[in-house]
């Protein structure tokens, strides 16, 4: 432990990148096996299910440091971090464990099945035996997952250079459901073993936005449109007769989409299949609201799967007869994936064709972006027809060309301090539109990004000293400032007050220029709703 | 009801049974300032009267303005009103203000710290019945570190960033924080630089204290001597084109705020000390109990919170609002 909390407390001591990669590097070939398979499962969001639910925690944190509650529920809200400000408010200690990391996990592993005094013994005893860095990490690994400004990229770009072992097969091997309490070192990342791949997925290729505009990308014929679908961006997998669900977020999600299993039959085994599940009720895509009834359930009810069943809508072919095929081109893999969907198709099977649109000039491409939102795509995505399949977020070959966002101007009327690197600013916040007899701002939507770090300086300071009232960590201000709010989609909502559902709703632009009077009225937001 | 000895108004603490106004925020007659920085000594009042060690550093800041320099614990009454100024701790010519009427006594902290820095008059208990207390630290998760550790880890950071070949920045403000720093840093490291504004304070305030020698950047000052050594700069350089001359380097910054992770992680800085010149949590809470006071006012800070603990202790508590500036992690200077 003492070696991780050491780890955290250099990173934590630098803002370079280099200066991260090197720390963590330095880690990787020092630490013991058992410690860097954790380190890596951590860093990989990966951790044990927590054994202690956070209100007993700051229940007890809260009497461990003889405050009251509501003082230590304070502090949390401005600290912005739950182990954070457990670490800082039990009084400190210069103690320090020779337990080692994997001791920790397992025995944190065990915690879960012990009694609520067992727990609460086990808590305390550790809290006042560790150092600062020592108890937060400690607190860490219980409560949540692990965000201390280190990407799972960067760690793997370290365990890289300390492995000698190219970035993109580290990649590639740290993917996927493995288990870091029976998982060993030399079996994660030093040894080559086939059988373990067969539920692997690939890294996924994305895209970045394109900055100007596509003329830049020269000669139009080399390059493929394809509509760009707001659902999931999923790899299903079929080998060994098996199936497999793969989400961008390296979740395997199979058992939410019981419609695929009509796969394993059709496809042939080794076969990759990178595309996006979209939600279809009434045999037409639907809106992302509908998938999200599909996300977040456990049970799969025959009901739900009537009213939203989902389809794959393929875009590309990673692996065809058992062979890594993302060397070839794009073109090439596109021949394979529609070969395959000509032999399948059927109006039972829930796959479709992502299709591709060639054209003749980029005005042409233009035009087919308009129609976005009428095929219910977010935009468009330009790619090189002789592109390989690459790892990562890579600029190039590959780009996302999305329509404008809808736009709405809103007035701020309640803001919440943010957590971790926005901890104690206020930076998360509520708009109104007006309703019709333009007297009550109604709340629409809620949004935390898109004003730079000196604006949201300038709110917070603001928002401090015009507060109306304060509910716990909400406060609510003087209607006072307008913002344009732009969002990429709308939907009709009983669960809102407004009764409208805006998809990624952000902060454009601060309208400084504009009274209050004169933001957007909730009928203007349902006019933006499609017919 | 009568009225009570000091009362906020719109222009500041007023006393009206003097006519005289306590770091008052708008221009006043007559005015007792507790220290120099700017939310607390502010420009256009007809009379100052302050300790005599921040006369050179507000004549400094606001010109040749009629001040009168008293020493600690010198009474003087104005209309009846007795007053005296008791050392806070806070920075260099930082005081208390006492205020006594008809057996009745106040005491303004303007900003205090309890542990003795080695520079400013180390904070004095000073009995009273009514206290009005700043409050920025006050909450529980506020602990400061024995500074000597705290400097400890500073020299320490000079000295690898050295042996790496990086120019250490370290971030202060540049009345009070700067010439802390400067105080104890490890001069067998290398040579301190600092920016113009803080060598500007820092001349000033070597009239009154006893500080290690430091070169000003200019124009001038070769990129290749900076090397290695240590500048320090106010956090509004942090960004500026003025601190390219010291690639490469790495910042730092020292201050109470820098107990929040996230503090330091959205202003970009690569290392921050705990290092405050306010009171931590305890230390407010120590030094509310050795007052003796039974009204406890709380200004700047996390007021309603920490009011609404020390109501929950049986004290009679409660906050006012002033013009001091609220202040916060986004100015990590203090």
């Known amino acids: 432990m003492k070696q991780f909390a050491e780890l955290i407390r250099t990173l934590d001591s630098t803002n370079k990148t280099t200066l991260k990669v090197e720390a963590l590097a330095h880690y990787f070939k020092t630490a013991s096996d058992k410690d860097k398979v954790w380190t890596i499962a951590i860093l990989s969001h990966r951790r044990p299910p927590r054994p202690v639910n956070t209100r007993l925690m700051r229940e007890w944190a809260s009497a461990f440091s003889k405050i009251p509650l509501w003082l230590f529920e304070e502090s949390y809200h401005i600290v912005g971090d739950l182990a954070e400000t457990i670490a800082l408010v039990i009084p400190p200690s210069e103690e320090s464990s020779e337990k080692s990391l994997n001791q920790f996990l397992q025995e944190i592993i065990e915690l879960k099945a012990r009694s609520e005094e067992e727990k609460k013994e086990y808590l305390y005893d550790n809290w006042f035996s560790l150092n600062y860095y020592e108890r937060f990490v400690f607190t860490k690994l219980i409560t949540g997952s692990f965000r201390i400004g280190v990407s799972q990229k960067l760690m793997t770009r370290a365990l890289s250079k300390a492995t000698e072992i190219d970035e993109d097969i580290l990649a590639y091997k740290l993917m996927g459901n493995w288990d870091p309490a029976t998982t060993t070192f030399t079996d994660l990342v030093l040894e080559e073993k086939p059988e373990d791949y067969l539920s692997k997925p690939y890294p996924f290729y994305l895209a970045y936005a394109i900055e100007d505009e596509p003329q830049s990308l020269g000669d139009v014929k080399e390059w493929a449109a394809e509509h760009k679908w707001d659902g999931i961006r999923s790899q299903v997998i079929i080998r060994n007769g098996e199936l497999f669900v793969w989400s961008r977020g390296e979740e395997l999600v199979t058992d939410k989409y019981p419609e695929f299993e009509k796969f394993i039959n059709l496809i042939p085994d080794g076969t990759v299949i990178d595309g996006e599940i979209l939600p279809f009720p009434k045999n037409e895509i639907g809106t992302f609201k509908d998938l999200q009834t599909r996300i977040g359930r456990k049970n799969i009810t025959k009901k739900l799967l009537e009213k939203t069943p989902v389809i794959l809508k393929a875009y590309d072919m990673l692996e065809w007869k058992g062979e890594d095929i993302r060397e070839k081109a794009y073109q090439k893999r596109r021949e394979i994936l529609e070969q395959l969907f000509t032999e399948v198709a059927s109006e039972e099977i829930p796959l479709h064709l992502s299709s591709t649109i060639s054209f003749q000039t980029w005005d042409e491409v233009a035009k087919e972006r308009e129609r976005s939102r009428e095929v219910k795509s977010e935009g468009l995505m330009l790619k090189r027809w002789d592109s390989p399949y690459l790892v990562g977020r890579k600029k190039g070959d590959w780009w996302k060309w999305k329509v404008d966002p809808l736009t709405i101007d809103a007035v701020l009327t309640y803001a919440m301090r943010g957590h971790g690197r926005r901890s104690n600013l206020f930076t998360d916040y509520t708009f109104g539109l007006w309703d019709d007899e333009k007297e009550e701002l109604v709340t629409f939507a809620k949004a935390y990004s898109g004003l730079t770090d000196a604006e949201f300086r300038k709110v917070d300071a603001w928002i401090k000293k015009n507060t109306l009232e304060r509910f716990g960590p909400v406060r609510s201000v003087t209607p006072h400032h307008v913002f344009e709010i732009a969002f990429e989609g709308i939907a009709e909502s009983s669960r809102h007050k407004s009764g409208v559902a805006t998809r990624f709703p952000r902060i454009l632009r601060w309208r400084k220029d504009k009274k209050i009077e004169e933001a957007n009225t909730l009928e203007d937001l349902k006019a933006l709703i499609p017919k | ?334």
Request: proline share 4%; hydrophobic share 35%; charged share 25%.
């Open chain 2, 1 to 334: 009801m009568k009225t009570p000895l000091l009362v906020f108004n719109q222009k500041g603490i007023y006393c009206e049974a003097a006519d005289v106004y306590l770091d008052p925020w708008k221009p006043v007659k007559k005015a007792i300032i507790s220290h120099g920085h700017a939310d607390h000594s502010r420009w256009g009042h007809q009379q100052y009267i302050t300790h005599h060690t921040n006369v050179p550093i507000i004549k400094h800041r606001l010109g040749d303005i009629p001040v009168t320099g008293k020493a600690w614990n010198e009474t003087f009454t104005i209309n009846g009103v007795k007053f005296s100024l008791h050392p806070a701790g806070h920075i260099v010519g930082s005081s208390q203000i006492r205020v006594e009427h008809k057996g009745e006594v106040w005491v303004f902290t303007g900003d205090y710290k309890t542990e003795d820095d080695g520079l400013a008059v180390p904070y004095e208990v000073v009995k009273c019945h009514t206290f009005i207390t700043e409050c920025t630290f006050g909450l529980p998760a506020f602990k400061w570190l024995p500074q000597q550790q705290v400097f400890n880890d500073i020299n320490n950071w000079w000295q690898q960033n050295q042996d790496d070949g990086r120019t250490s920045i370290l971030f202060g403000y540049s009345l009070g924080k700067a010439q802390r720093l400067l105080k104890h840093l490890d001069t067998s490291i290398g040579k301190i630089y600092t920016h113009g504004a803080v060598e500007n304070m820092t001349e000033v305030v070597r009239e009154i204290a006893d500080l290690p020698p430091t070169e000003k950047i200019t124009r001038d000052t070769k990129k290749e001597d900076i090397k290695g050594n240590i500048v320090i700069a106010p956090p509004s350089t942090h960004g500026s084109p003025w601190i390219k001359k010291m690639v490469p380097y790495v910042t730092a910054s020292a201050s109470g705020w820098m107990t929040f992770r996230g503090a330091r992680r959205r202003r970009a800085i690569d290392k921050g000390f705990v290092l405050s010149d306010h009171c931590d949590w305890q230390g407010l809470l120590t030094s509310i109990k050795a007052t003796g006071a039974e009204k406890v006012i709380c200004t700047h800070g996390y007021t309603d919170i920490f009011s609404r603990f020390l109501a929950e202790q049986g004290y009679d508590a409660r906050t006012e609002q002033t013009q001091y500036e609220e202040e916060n992690a986004e100015q990590t200077s203090k």
